[in-house]
């Protein structure tokens, strides 16, 4: 009997109100393994870019890549169509699910290139079709299929860049949209006793927990890190105070920064593009409504605005600190000019490259003690109040005050960042290739 290698994509079967593909992909995984396939990775979720217009509710698409006996393929296809029909969210205006079935072991780089470019740019249907017909693919969609685009995209992107891992805890459905019953100490106890192998449990700035979604969807938490090993510890280490039904662990994308790309200068900046630019601080910051922060930068090419929400929090701080002339690296995704707003990188990340002078103008000081003069009014002069002594043709001398922004890297506040963002504590942790070999109970049931 002849062994084959099949990779399973899926995406956009959820919506706001219900669903998540994720637990489309761990109720596949229970499924398929009655089938007696042989998962040769872990699933795969797989973010694409944050910033496309039509994006699911987390941008994210699942890849299941298996071993199987080609007796039981028809099967295998089966139970995934039948089990998207079934928990997908098809009356919702706006979900358009995708399958993807590639039955080769060795992903072509067209596919590769493909994934890619739907991680950091914006990719159409048409060439996802084109490609899955060049390379003998097969794709079942729903409505509008627009998640054939997505289910192609995870079969590309096998992670053999950076990566890391997610456990995703699943609740039972009779507890859908109720508050989640979890200790949040324990979770911030957990953070304390797993650093920096974990990250994104918790915002120290608000205080609050971060691994519990607040939605109507499935997931009761998920913690993400760096090996499944740390992750089943860190899950152990959390009180649960109501039922689990399944719980899998993933391999993913996030926290690596793959959505973001550099561009050599700013007139190449382009909508909906996550980017990292460099430039000068051309007009400083200011505060508009909702406390959010814009500033501009010019590289000689190009002027672009910079903003940094209110949500962000630290980076916002850090923002507000910049003058005319320092020199930064920005990161963050190009929102499309509007009737009231010019084209914008809405900012992730700060790096300070380098910090212009910061000069103000001050009354000298008393030639005798030392002491800052006081004026005595327009044209009258200068007078030291120590001394008595008047000045009458002294001027304002220039003073350098020390800046309140050192260099190097500022990220916005972990609640408000992105599934792709790298955090500040994977930093040096990155990852250069894979080996992957799963642990026994990667999974449950």
Known sequence: MTEKIMHIGLDDTDSPRKGCTTYIAALLVEKLLKLKVEFIDYPNLIRLNPNVPWKTRGNGALCLRIKFNENVEDLIKETVINTVEEHADLEFKGTDPGIVFFKKAKIPREIKDFSKMAITGIVKLEEALKLLRRFKGEALGFKKCRGIIGGLAAVGENLRGDYTYEILVYRTPENYGSKRRVDEKSIIEMDEK?????????????????????????????IRGENPEILKKAFEMVKIYEPVERWVIFRTNQGTDAHLKHVEDLSQIKPYSPVIAKGKVAVEPRIIPRRHVVFSIEDGKARVDCAAYEPTGSLRKAAMKLIKGDYVEVYGSVRSPSKNNPLTINLEKIRVLKLASKIVYRNP????????????????????????????????????????I????????????????????????????????LIDDWHFP
């Open 194 to 222: 797993t650093r920096p192998y974990t990250f994104n449990n918790f915002d120290p700035e608000k205080r609050r927990v971060i691994i519990t979604p607040r939605g109507p969807d499935p997931v009761l938490f998920g």
């Open 365 to 404: 000081k008393c030639p005798k003690c030392g002491k800052r003069l006081k004026s005595m009014g327009k044209n009258k002069g200068l007078r030291c109040e120590k001394c008595g002594l008047r000045f009458k043709n002294l001027k304002k001398v220039e003073v350098k005050v020390k800046r309140e």
């Open 406 to 437: 050192k260099r190097g890297l500022y990220i916005t506040s972990p609640r408000s960042q992105r599934h792709l963002t790298k955090p500040l504590r994977r930093y040096g942790m990155e990852k250069k290739s894979a080996h992957i070999k």
